[in-house]
């Protein structure tokens, strides 16, 4: 959804001026028309812990029932799990402990990762449904360790902590206990911030003496510098896709901090910010299971809000794309996404609820984070009509995403000629 449309130019055309879908175009359009309308999106209050002020939420599990994050608590500061059924629970602390933070869970929700202080001090934790908070230990010569990542199916974690080598990452399974990831050659400290699916992938950020590179290891490749934008100051890793593929995070421009996209094969993309925005910073803490959408905190023209952007959309504010979709965000205001659920059906974030911050839940948006079925529907509407004639020809004047309609690399007149024969020929 883009801020501005052109759609009082498009009033006139007769619904006799659209295209006629045929086959599995026709097909696959009425089923995405379909769900569209069957999609009820929905915002949950997550609340706060007994005798909190606020909280936040940080991860989902895969099928989008199960919310993991943060709320304070008359003592002290709690992880949380939150499911529609038993509302939001504390997850407690290490031994001796008075706060615990949780960043990530596992698909089907069973295992959470975070951090929580003990009697040693700070410690990375796993905790498990069936047996509660594990501490994970640290490194060899360490005093502390934090984790913020975990695998699917829970088995993995993925962290950081210091050691007799500084502050390093850690890639920990419950067979090898916390192993060191290797370092990038020139890295003076190294932190983990997100894991692919499966655990063979890990992202984040190392300190280096050139200022801080986001890096990308897996256990094939080893470690990978993922540069800058621009030649810029630094660049920081923080959330990854299903696979591995695609990296968000933030990075310099020109002294301000810009959202990317880092795909294997394409390299960093400055993702911009909220139009209408002071422009100083966006960040990027979500990505989609396919890479396809990214989310996180923008700064916009009334504050900081949580924003959503695609390849053909750009980076809009999620409050209106979400309004946009029929969701009634009365008394709202999104100012973070934090999580996408695999499943692509629910986002988790922290927000401003009459002037409080709490976690919240959207839920209901299948199919709409998808990419569309049909390319020439670029308005993502669900059915091919004028307006996305309008639309494209908006992003191809002004160069915005999507100008680039054959993927070519440069937005030319082809793009023009290729998006309207898609469009007349029903897809």
Request: hydrophobic residues 40%; aromatic residues 10%; contains cysteine.
């Amino acid at each position: 959804m883009r801020r501005t449309r052109l759609c009082s130019r498009s009033r006139w055309i007769a619904q006799s001026d659209r295209p006629r879908l045929r086959g599995p175009v026709f097909l696959g359009a009425v089923i995405l028309s379909a769900a569209t309308a069957l999609a009820q999106p929905t915002i949950r209050n997550i609340g706060v812990l007994a005798g909190g002020f606020y909280s936040i939420g940080n991860a989902v599990s895969a099928d989008g029932s199960i919310v993991t994050g943060y709320s304070d608590a008359a003592d002290g500061g709690r992880a949380f799990r939150w499911t529609v059924g038993d509302g939001l629970l504390s997850l407690g602390t290490l031994p001796n402990g008075t706060f615990s933070y949780a960043l990530d869970i596992s698909a089907d929700g069973s295992v959470v990762a975070g951090t929580g202080d003990s009697s040693s001090g700070n410690r990375a934790f796993r905790w498990l449904a069936s047996g509660g908070m594990e501490d994970l230990g640290t490194l060899p010569g360490g005093t502390q360790s934090f984790a913020q990542a975990v695998s699917a199916d829970g088995s993995v974690i993925a962290g950081s902590g210091d050691s007799i080598l500084g502050t390093v990452a850690f890639r920990w399974t419950a067979a090898d206990g916390i192993q060191l990831i290797d370092p990038l050659p020139d890295a003076l400290a190294m932190q983990s911030f997100c894991m692919s699916t499966d655990g063979s992938a890990i992202a984040g950020t190392a300190e280096t003496n050139f200022g801080p590179r986001a890096f990308r290891w897996t256990l094939a490749t080893g470690t990978l510098d993922l540069g800058t934008l621009n030649s810029g100051a630094f660049s920081r890793g923080l959330a990854m896709s299903n696979d591995g593929g695609t990296i968000t995070g933030f990075a310099d421009v020109l002294g301000t901090s810009r959202a990317f996209r880092w795909k294997s094969g394409t390299g960093m993309q400055s993702l911009g910010v909220i139009p209408g925005g002071l422009s100083s910073y966006s960040v990027g803490h979500a990505v989609s299971a396919d890479g396809w959408a990214i989310l996180g905190q923008s700064d916009s023209a009334v504050g900081n809000c949580a924003f959503i952007w695609t390849p053909t959309s750009g980076m809009v504010d999620l409050n209106a794309y979400l309004t946009g979709r029929g969701l009634d965000l009365t008394g709202w205001t999104l100012t973070d996404c934090r999580g996408i659920s695999s499943n692509g059906t629910t986002l988790v974030g922290a927000g401003l609820l009459n002037g409080e911050q709490r976690a919240w839940v959207v839920s209901g948006l299948a199919p709409l984070l998808a990419p569309p079925v049909c390319p020439a529907d670029f308005d993502h509407s669900g059915s091919l009509a004028s307006a996305d004639i309008f639309a494209f020809l908006e992003a191809w004047f002004e160069g915005g995403p999507g100008a680039d309609f054959n993927g070519s690399g440069a937005a030319n007149v082809q793009d023009i000629f290729d998006f309207l024969s898609a469009w007349f020929s029903g897809c």
